[in-house]
């Protein structure tokens, strides 16, 4: 329902444009949940703000995304309007200040159905209830009139999921849903997003540096570095199985709990490459352990290691066999 | 509400600037149906008077009752600042809420515009203004509105691109909002505290301004008694009668103060981070 096809984004420079994501491609499916993972500055967000069509102005993507049949990219800033907040919704990191301080979450859960859905005002009243109640909220007719200081993060975070679904979108892009939550609410929007999932049939994109995030919330996930893909596949396959050295490693680096407290938290050592360096050789050469001397020679390709599971490296197998 | 009028209470600048600038609209309230004498009533008899109990601030040179005349001159004080602080923020907050919706070339051409207007100081503006439409209260308002204009536009602009930043504006983008809509329902209530701060601010600045244009002879003609042309009289007999420039001083210097207590007051209760941080 979902596909996305070589998305380039880059940043129009003095001298020369800059690309900030590379040839970033996949498909969901109506009902299904993907994952994004990647450390800061991996073009993870970026790629959302891609599909939202809300690229600040210098920015400018390139390639295909098509929604039900619609390319998102060839429409006009008038006509995304009309599929934004309908067609394709997004929730963000910060809920404490992602709602309006001067307006009641009433108002603001029943603007979208206003706009898109043409109700009036009192059918669109009845609606955000019925979604409040949804969401988790308690006693949500009498907090229709609620300024959002008056509400918890958590009970934000399920006011801006109401937003988001109350046009039912085919597409909610989350963006760091839960970083700013703390453990136990973050559990509880997590399993109110997996449920909405299931009962609504929307494709879910949940954007998370994360691992532990996603890889209980999502069926395919996407690992993202220095503005590419460099693994894609079931999210149970990457977890047990990962085949690009990158996502090993962010594997290995998550603490476990019950590790001996002698044993010191892997890290990947080195940066990121600066964002735009021309990349003649693997992005990820200069923090791998495993380059040789081809992976120096030219950006690897991606290497089917199972069903529909790919790596950018030309060690993939290999990888694969290493990690236990 | 509650708490901002708690806020507002504990805060002595706010008091003292709110009981300054109250007194001065009962006084102008008041003037409208009584004053001691008529501020147009000349008695050279007791022309140059000191203060007594018959005339409380003394006579002018023409022997009209100071108190008198201060009285009613607050009222074109008030009309005036009320009237340019008006002009200046509905088309000062269109013109900048409008660059900062749209961005690019509009944004350029509407702050270029208010950079020209702001290189020339409001005196300059007046007298150009009279020159060409001729000296009178209505033209002094238009002089001091056009001068506030640009300031509104830029404090609007500024305040506005930052809301726009802010993570509210980019979820209602999300929602499928028009930037001109987001601009009126997200955006503007947003900034309304600092607009509601530089208003008072400015009301003042107007107040003062009407005054350098009255004394100047280019705002208020006679016989309409107003604070700067009772300034502008007084010179002749500062040594003889200094009562005639200290008290249209004092009036104009306690409203001006008032004005700016209520401004800096407001900024304090109403950003919640700066009061915080005192």
Known sequence: MLQVKNLNIT??????????VKDVSFELDAGRSLGV?????????????????LLPGAIRASGSINLAGQELLALSEQEMCSVRGNKVAMIFQEPMTSLNPVQTIGRQVAEPLVLHKAMTRTAAREETIRLLDRVGIPDAARRLDVYPHQLSGGQRQRVMIAIALSCSPNVLVADEPTTALDVTVQRQILDLLRELVS???????????????????????????????????????????????????LIEAIPRFGMPRSERLKTIPGTMPEMGSEMKACIFAGRCDLVYADCLEAPPPFVSVDDAHVAACIRAGRVMETTQ | ??????????????????????????????????????????????????????????????????????MSGSQISIIVGFLAVSVGLLV??????????????????????????????????????????????????????????PIFARITRGAANAAWAREYVMAAQTCGKGRLRITIEHVLPNISGALIVQATILFAVAILAEAALSFLGLGTQPPEPSWGKMLNNAQTFVGLAPHLAIFPGLAIALSVMGLNLIGDGLRDVLDPKLARAR
């Open chain 1, 11 to 20: 940043i129009a420079g003095a001298t020369r444009d800059i690309s900030i």
């Open chain 1, 37 to 53: 993972v990647g450390e800061s500055g991996s073009g993870k967000s970026m790629t959302a703000l891609a599909l939202m069509g």
């Open chain 1, 199 to 249: 009962e609504t049939r929307m494709a879910l994109i949940i954007i998370s540096h994360d691992l532990g995030v996603i890889g209980e919330m999502v069926d395919e996930m996407l690992v993202m570095y220095g503005g590419s893909v460099v693994e894609r596949g079931h999210a149970d396959q990457v977890f047990a199985k990962p085949a690009h050295p990158y996502t090993s490693r």
């Open chain 2, 1 to 70: 509400m509650s708490t901002f009028l708690k806020n507002a209470s504990m805060h002595r600048s706010l008091m003292i600037g709110g009981v300054l600038t109250l007194l001065l609209l009962s006084v102008a309230v008041l003037s409208l149906f009584w004053t001691p004498w008529s501020p147009t009533a000349i008695d050279i008899a007791n022309k140059l008077k000191g203060p007594s109990a018959k005339h409380w601030l003394g006579t002018d040179h023409l022997g009209r009752d100071v108190l008198s005349m201060l």
């Open chain 2, 92 to 149: 000062g907050v269109a013109l900048g809420a409008l660059a900062s919706t749209y961005r690019g070339w509009v944004e350029e051409l509407i702050m270029r515009m208010s950079d020209f207007s702001i290189a020339f100081p409001i005196i300059i503006t007046a007298v150009l203004l009279t020159a060409i439409l001729g000296p009178g209260t209505v033209n002094s308002i238009l002089a001091i509105g056009l001068f506030n204009i």
